[in-house]
């Protein structure tokens, strides 16, 4: 089974920093490319970034310049480090494989931004 531990949401100031981690079993982690999604109730979820097997990265136009996205393959973990945190950036964040025609995904971290 593919398995991730999602850990490293809060409650966070505007301007504040947080980083989420996404440790994943049951893949050989360093084969795929692994996405940050955001969720907000009633609200799409949205892909916020995107690393491949090889480390090219893609972002969200809303988040580009403030997270980045990183992995460390002998962990078998995906991080998202966000900056700079805004009241909008408040949602469940959710890590994300495709492995052939399934999708995986974590249990999701929260992340509230408010003073």
Not at 77 to 85: A, F, G, K, P
Request: with cysteine.
């Amino acid at each position: 089974q593919v398995q991730f531990v999602e850990s490293g949401g809060g409650l966070v100031q505007p301007g504040g920093s947080l980083r989420l981690s996404c440790e994943a079993s049951g893949i050989i982690f360093s084969s795929y490319t692994m996405d940050w999604y955001r969720q907000v109730p009633e609200k799409q979820r949205d892909l916020v970034a995107t690393i491949s097997s090889g480390g090219s990265t893609n972002y969200a136009a809303s988040v580009k310049g403030r997270f980045t996205i990183s992995r460390d393959n002998a962990k078998n973990t995906v991080y998202l480090q966000m900056n700079s945190l805004k009241p909008e950036d408040t949602a469940v964040y959710l890590c994300h494989v495709e492995v052939g025609f399934r999708n995986y995904w974590g249990q999701g971290t929260e992340v509230t931004v408010s003073s």
